[in-house]
């Protein structure tokens, strides 16, 4: 059973939290996928994914003091575990997580909440067009546990108030979910 751990949750220059990163462990392999500064994935990590093909000069100089290999936006497979890209739009990808017959879904941008998620097990999403909205399409896509990243001054309003989204969960740094 792979284990998923929240590295970050916020979304880029956040005051509050560490830039969204998800570490993905299945067995002895290790595959981190975005974040950045302070939500890096351990020196040890197998692969490296990040949701574009830009540079990204930051995460390039962490990987070389850290001996890690270099971010890229590409699949990655080891046995039964396999990560795998996938258009979010905007030209941003996703990331499908499967092993064996769980799925997971990294998704912290999205023009519209991507329907190749539907019936996932655990899905990590930014808010997208508003958190209504996503909890909403996650729902209708019978998305079984979500939980919201990408966190922004929007949803600190709604954390430090006690809000909890329509559907789903904030994000917590450290978390640890399984599929």
Do not use: N
Not at 8 to 14: H, L, P
Not at 100 to 108: D, K, L, N, S, Y
Not at 158 to 171: Q, S, T
């Amino acid at each position: 059973m792979a284990r998923l751990i929240l590295l970050g949750a916020g979304a880029a220059r956040s005051p509050r939290f560490a830039p969204a990163g998800l570490l993905v462990e299945y067995g002895r392999t290790r595959v981190g996928i975005d974040g950045g500064a302070g939500s890096e994935p351990p020196g040890t990590a197998d692969a490296w994914l990040v949701r574009d093909d830009a540079p990204h000069p930051d995460l390039l100089r962490i990987a070389r003091e850290t001996g890690m290999c270099e971010p890229a936006a590409a699949p990655f497979r080891h046995g039964p575990l396999r990560v795998d890209p996938v258009p979010v739009g905007g030209g941003l990808y996703g990331y499908r997580i499967a092993a064996g017959r769980h799925t997971a879904i990294w998704a912290p941008e999205h023009t519209a909440f991507p329907r190749w998620a539907e019936g996932a097990d655990l899905v990590f999403s930014g808010p997208g067009a508003g958190i209504a909205e996503t909890a909403g399409a996650a729902r209708r896509l019978k998305v079984r546990r979500l939980v919201f990243v990408l966190l922004d001054e929007t949803v600190s309003g709604m954390l430090d108030a006690g809000r909890d989204p329509p559907f789903g969960e904030w994000g917590e740094e450290g978390g640890r979910y399984r599929m």
